[in-house]
């Protein structure tokens, strides 16, 4: 069995109310997908999971269970009696390699006035 790293971000409708966009990340985070990284919150449309693979399986199969799973979990908010549209989605699966959040440039601080 193989490990994979495949990372998600999706984009929803712009009317998509708040509440419906945070079931559907409950959903997701439900089946797997983590909404942090070390401790840091994932940019608010980004997930990521570690997956496994059977030898059989290519990196295609693990990039449509990915898209199912965001289907599923739109599917679910949707039954829930929530309106929610999926407009697209960016699945990258990895299989070597460093992942993580970048880190952010601080801010230059100014220099304290000449007297």
Excluded: N
Aim: net charge neutral; charged share 25%.
């Amino acid at each position: 069995m193989r490990s994979f790293i495949a990372t998600m971000v999706y984009e929803l409708h712009p009317d998509t109310p708040a509440d419906a966009r945070k079931l559907l990340r409950a959903h997701l985070v439900g089946r797997r997908w983590q909404d942090r990284h070390e401790g840091a919150a994932m940019p608010s449309t980004a997930v990521w999971i570690r997956r496994s693979a059977e030898d059989h399986e290519t990196t295609d199969d693990l990039h449509a269970a990915c898209a199912r799973d965001l289907d599923d979990a739109a599917a679910a908010v949707a039954r829930a009696g929530r309106p929610i549209q999926v407009m697209r989605a960016w699945i990258q699966v990895s299989g070597a390699g460093t992942y993580g959040l970048a880190p952010m440039a601080r801010p230059a601080r100014p220099a304290p006035p000449a007297d």
